[in-house]
C-alpha cells in the first residue's frame, strides 16, 4: 500500500475542503469554532463566495483569498490561511 502525504495547509486543499459548493457546514463549523472560542455568538448561515477580488479601477490589485462567505446578515468573512508569518500578510489583510 502506497501512502502519499499532502500539505494540509496548502491553497488547494483549502479551498476545496472550505470553499467548494455543498462544503457549507464545514466551513461555518471551522468559523463557529473560532467565534464560540473567542465568546462571539456563532453564525447560524453561510454562503459561500467566489475568493477573487476583481478590480474595481485600473490602479487597483486583483487578489485572491482562500475562503470567502457572506453570512445571513450580510457581514463579509474572508479566511486566510498562512503557514508562516511574514509582515506583507499585515498589508495584504488590511488590503482585502
Not at 71 to 78: D, F, H, N, P, V
Amino acid at each position: 500500500m502506497i501512502k502519499k502525504y499532502f500539505n494540509v495547509l496548502n491553497d488547494y486543499f483549502i479551498r476545496y475542503l472550505f470553499a467548494k459548493e455543498g462544503h457549507e457546514d464545514i466551513l461555518k463549523d471551522l468559523i463557529n469554532s473560532v467565534r464560540i472560542d473567542s465568546n462571539q455568538e456563532p453564525f447560524e448561515y453561510i454562503e459561500i463566495l467566489n475568493s477573487f477580488n476583481l478590480k474595481e479601477n485600473v490602479l487597483d490589485k486583483e487578489s485572491i483569498v482562500d475562503v470567502k462567505a457572506r453570512t445571513k446578515s450580510g457581514e463579509t468573512i474572508i479566511i486566510e490561511i498562512q503557514r508562516i508569518g511574514n509582515q506583507s500578510f499585515i498589508y495584504r489583510s488590511l488590503y482585502y
